[in-house]
Nanobody, 117 residues
């Protein structure tokens, strides 16, 4: 069982930056694929960025060049650096952990990001 706790959300103006963090406990963090998802009101949850246990990353086209995902396996944390934020980035951001061997997935409680125009 993996527990995930997000932090770092808030209100920011267009063009600003935020850094989200997700602290994991209760499992072998380094083997898990970690990801950030987001869900805006009235929309489906969508993948924002993903990082494998070995550090390979990928992200949605909508955030390429602006968002960076990283992980610290020694501290059991994954972060999302968000730059040049736009109003359309407004959403609840969720941290996700996926065990590639068992298929088990875990979610954090979410953190609100609001970008004002």
């Amino acid at each position: 069982q993996v527990q995930l706790v997000e932090s770092g959300g808030g209100l920011v103006q267009t063009g600003g930056s935020l850094r989200l963090s997700c602290a994991a406990s209760g499992g072998f963090f380094s083997i898990h694929t970690m990801a950030w998802y987001r869900q805006a009101p009235g929309k489906q949850r969508e993948l924002v960025a993903i990082i494998s246990g070995s550090g390979s990353t990928n992200c949605a086209d909508s955030v390429k060049g602006r968002f960076t995902i990283s992980r610290d396996n020694a501290r059991n944390t994954v972060s999302l650096q968000m730059n040049s934020l736009k109003p359309e980035d407004t959403a609840v951001y969720y941290c996700n952990a996926q065990n590639p061997f068992t298929g088990h997935g875990y979610w954090g409680q979410g953190t609100q990001v609001t970008v004002s125009s």
